[in-house]
């Protein structure tokens, strides 16, 4: 299933995409939703981020493809993003006018479905809503620079996710191509992942609880590209869509 949020009529809710119409529900896909009665032609809405979450992470080095000369990380090495960053398919990422060097990561996002505390690898699955096309913008020179990645990784418009969030697929084997301007700037599947989403998600409650809604950027590959204002940025992964952003 592909679930939404989106704006019509002037106000925002949350929906299941049927083909070409959207269908209104009570809530987020992963609570105890109901469907309100109310359709829309997808046409004439305007999505927006499918999530609202109450944190989101991302995994760093976790393509043997961008580590370049960096050694694996023994563990999964996740950061912070702040939801303040979110932004949606359709919006713009601005690009700050004092960093020399901004890039776009192509990655899979996982949307949590439940609450998640010290959970076993086993059971690490069980806590997953769907997922998601992510676009990890990164201000390179802030990121070598600052003696953290707040600003780097969590300017305003740099965690786009979208278009949608899609249940009941199999992420380990799904191909994420990133674009710029339409030409291919990374490719690779998510079988590369060194620390794979089982992993992950145990790893990180076993220190911090995970909550309905939270998001985790499962890392990127290869050397992302450059971002410019005017550019259009595009993240496609196999059985979940395209999300794309113009860079201003």
């Not at 469907?35 to 043997?64: I, R």
């Not at 020179?141 to 697929?169: C, E, H, L, Y």
């Amino acid at each position: 299933m592909k679930f939404v949020r989106f704006s019509a009529g002037g106000s925002n809710s949350y929906g299941i995409v049927d083909g070409d119409t959207v269908k209104a529900i009570s809530g987020p896909g992963y609570s105890d939703y109901s469907e309100t009665g109310a359709t829309h032609a997808l046409a004439d809405v305007t999505l927006l981020a499918p999530v609202e979450p109450n944190k989101m992470l991302a995994m760093a080095l976790n393509y043997g493809s961008h580590l370049h000369d960096a050694p694996a990380p023994e563990r999964p090495e996740p950061f912070l993003k702040s939801e303040t960053s979110l932004a949606g398919t359709g919006d713009t990422i601005r690009i700050p006018s004092d960093s020399e060097k901004v890039d776009a990561e192509a990655e899979l996002v996982v949307v949590i479905g439940k609450t998640a505390t010290n959970v076993s690898l086993g059971d690490a699955m069980d806590h997953v809503f769907g997922y998601s096309c992510g676009n990890d913008v990164s201000a390179r020179d802030w990121q070598a620079g600052d003696t953290s990645w707040w600003r780097a990784k969590s300017s305003d418009t740099f965690s786009p996710i979208g278009p949608w969030i899609v249940t009941g697929i199999d992420p380990t084997n799904l191909d994420i191509e990133g674009r710029i301007n339409g030409v291919a700037a990374q490719n690779c599947n998510t079988s590369e992942m060194i620390h794979d989403i089982p992993k992950t998600i145990s790893f990180i409650s076993k220190y911090m609880t995970l909550e309905p809604g939270d998001c985790i950027f499962t890392g990127t590959s290869g050397t992302a590209g450059q971002i410019k204002p005017g550019d259009t940025v595009e993240v496609e992964i196999s059985q979940i869509g395209t999300l794309s952003n113009i860079c201003g």
